[in-house]
């Protein structure tokens, strides 16, 4: 085929007949989220759906990750620090590549107490505790 700047007829035709759209085309406003998020405090007043959600959602907003990867989040590969929680990630994900570590996610304290995920997390594993009965070890259970 001819080629007109590096670009073949037969790839022009393609992208005349399913051009590449944006993947978004609509972005929300975190603040919003935050918002609403800095209204559900203190955290110890919080029920155990309000609490779930609202660390379920600091969750996703801080770390980016994917639910799979949030789901998968586990006691028993978490460390606590004074000021922080380190996991680890010990199952394979859809995106695991060979020879490539899932790397650590490091949720540090916030000075917001209203939007700080460390506390969120302390509550919800002292709230939960009781349901667990030594036999369930990931972070986020149903309520």
Known sequence: MKTNNNISFGEKGVFQLKPALLKYTHIWDVEKVLSYLQTL??????DLKQLLLKLATLLAILTGQQCQTIH???LNLMQTLPDRYVFAIGEKLKHTRPRQNQALIELAAY????LCVVQAIKQYISVTDPLR???ESKLLISF
């Open 41 to 46: 405090a203190p955290v110890t007043s919080l």
């Open 72 to 74: 998968k989040l586990d």
């Open 111 to 114: 000075q917001d107490k209203h």
């Open 133 to 135: 009965n030594n036999s």
